[in-house]
C-alpha cells in the first residue's frame, strides 16, 4: 500500500468554504478510491488542509486520478483559494495501522522529521520495539516515510482528545523511559502540527 498526502495552503479564512465544497463533491470521488482522512491546521502553519489517500499501488493511484478527471464534480471548486499544493507519496512503516475509519480523538498531531539520507532503515529498526508500549498511551494513525517528494522525510500522525491531553500524555512517555526513540544522531529537522478533521473525514 501507498499513501497520498496532500497539503494545500488557503488563503486566510477560506477553509470552512474550502471544506463545504470538497464535501459536496466528494461522493461522486468516492466511488473510484476512497478517503483515509481530512484535516485542517489548528496549531502551526494555518489555512491548511491536508489529506490522505491510500492506494493498492502507484498505478492503482494513475488509474483512480484518470478516472476522477473524467468527473463532472471533481475537483471541487475550490482553486481561487489555494495558495499552495504540495503532495508526497508516503510507505507505511512495518509496524503502522491500517488506516480504516474510525473515532480516535478530537484533535491529530502530525510530527514531520527529516532524517539523514540513508538512515530510514535504522529508524524504523530503532522505533520498532518502543511501538506497542507507545500506543498504549495514545493512538497512532499512522506512521511513514516519503518515497516521491522531500526525501528522508519520516511523518507519524497521532491522535489525542485535546492539547491538554496530548501535553499529560507526552510528559507521561517521557516520565516512563519509553519515548522518544533514540534516532538524534540521525535527525535533521523537526516539524508538527495539531490538526482538526473535518465533519466528514473518515478519521475523526
Same mark, same amino acid.
Given at each position: ?68 478527471? =473524467? %468527473? ?9 483559494? @489555494? ?5 508526497? $507519496?508516503? /510507505?507505511? &512503516? ?41 500506543? =498504549? %498511551? ?9 518515497? @516521491? ?5 519520516? $511523518?507519524? /500522525?497521532? &491522535? ?42 473518515? %478519521?475523526?
Amino acid at each position: 500500500m501507498i499513501v497520498e498526502m496532500r497539503s494545500y495552503l488557503l488563503q486566510p479564512k477560506t477553509t470552512q468554504t474550502v471544506e463545504e465544497r470538497f464535501a459536496k463533491a466528494l461522493p461522486d470521488r468516492l466511488k473510484i478510491s476512497r478517503l483515509a482522512a481530512f484535516w485542517h491546521s489548528e496549531v502551526g502553519e494555518l489555512d491548511q488542509i491536508i489529506h490522505l489517500w491510500p492506494y493498492d499501488s502507484l498505478a492503482h493511484r494513475e488509474q483512480a486520478r484518470a478516472e476522477a478527471s =473524467k %468527473l463532472k464534480t471533481w475537483p471541487p471548486n475550490i482553486s481561487e483559494f @489555494i495558495v499552495q499544493m504540495e503532495t508526497k $507519496i508516503l /510507505i507505511p &512503516a512495518p509496524f503502522s495501522p491500517p488506516l480504516e475509519e474510525r473515532k480516535l480523538g478530537n484533535i491529530y498531531e502530525i510530527r514531520s522529521y527529516m532524517f539523514r539520507a540513508g538512515s530510514i532503515p535504522k529508524v524504523i529498526e530503532r522505533w520498532a520495539p518502543m511501538m506497542e508500549t507507545r500506543v =498504549k %498511551l495514545s493512538p497512532l494513525v499512522g506512521c511513514f516515510y516519503t518515497e @516521491i517528494g522531500r526525501l528522508n522525510q519520516w $511523518i507519524h /500522525i497521532w &491522535a489525542y482528545q485535546d492539547a491538554a491531553e496530548r501535553q499529560r500524555i507526552r510528559a507521561e512517555a517521557v516520565r516512563q523511559g519509553i519515548w522518544p526513540p533514540n534516532t538524534s544522531e540521525y535527525m535533521l529537522k523537526m516539524e508538527n502540527m495539531l490538526t482538526v478533521p473535518a465533519s466528514f473525514s473518515p %478519521l475523526r
